[in-house]
């Protein structure tokens, strides 16, 4: 039975990463598909410089919603259906299938984000808030400062297993996350990394608006 949990938590998160944000607003409002435009990418930073400021906020927002919504449905399926052995093992697979969906959407053609905000989403449900806050403010000092997104994105998370082991005294599970995470989010943006070295990084700019 409990095979049956995970197996449910793990596909309902999948699915939910699959509905690509970015994609479907562009189409829905802006008849426009972004990962025709910009970076290609299908997630809020190229919202944001293609659509303008507005439609990459909310992007930001419901992939990060989504990110969160999938931790919390994975311990609700738990509690109504049957209690596992372990809780916090369930929300976990349930925040890797819920990024990976964002990564690979099956509702289009899988071809979508870096699953940087579903990411947060899934942090947020994990770790405890004051690490959040923590992780948010530097990722804030970095993006005013420099105007790279994905600069702030690097940085916060190779700042986590920091946190998470040194200060926060998380679980060997969070601990293996934390690391998981600050090996994939410098490895999605090589590209991004191999810009910033040569100079060639789009920064963010807020005057666009749409």
């Keep these: 039975m409990e095979g049956v949990v995970y197996a449910v938590a793990i596909v309902a998160a999948y699915l939910i990463g699959s509905f690509s944000t970015a994609v479907w607003l562009g189409k829905w409002i802006y008849k426009l598909d972004v990962r025709e435009h910009g970076s290609g990418n299908a997630g809020a930073t190229n919202t944001l410089r293609v659509l303008g400021t507005k439609a990459g906020i909310i992007v930001l927002l419901i992939d990060v919603l989504k990110g969160w919504i999938a931790v919390f449905l994975a311990g609700l399926v738990s509690e109504l259906a049957l209690e596992v052995s ?65 600069l702030g994105s690097i940085v916060v998370a190779l700042a986590l297993p920091v946190l998470s082991i040194w200060f926060f005294d998380s679980s060997i599970i969070l601990q293996v996350i934390s690391g998981v995470v600050a090996l994939v989010v410098p490895v999605t943006h090589r590209g991004n990394i191999k810009r910033l070295k040569e100079g060639r990084e789009s920064k963010i700019s807020f005057d666009k608006e749409k």
């Design 86 to 150: 372990n809780l916090q093992l369930l929300k976990v697979a349930a925040g890797v299938a819920v990024v990976s969906g964002h990564i690979y959407p099956l509702y289009t053609k899988f071809k979508g984000g870096k699953g940087i905000a579903t990411m947060l989403g899934v942090i947020i449900g994990l770790f405890p808030w004051q690490l959040i806050l923590i992780e948010i403010g530097l990722f804030a000092i970095v993006f005013l400062s420099t105007r790279y997104v994905s």
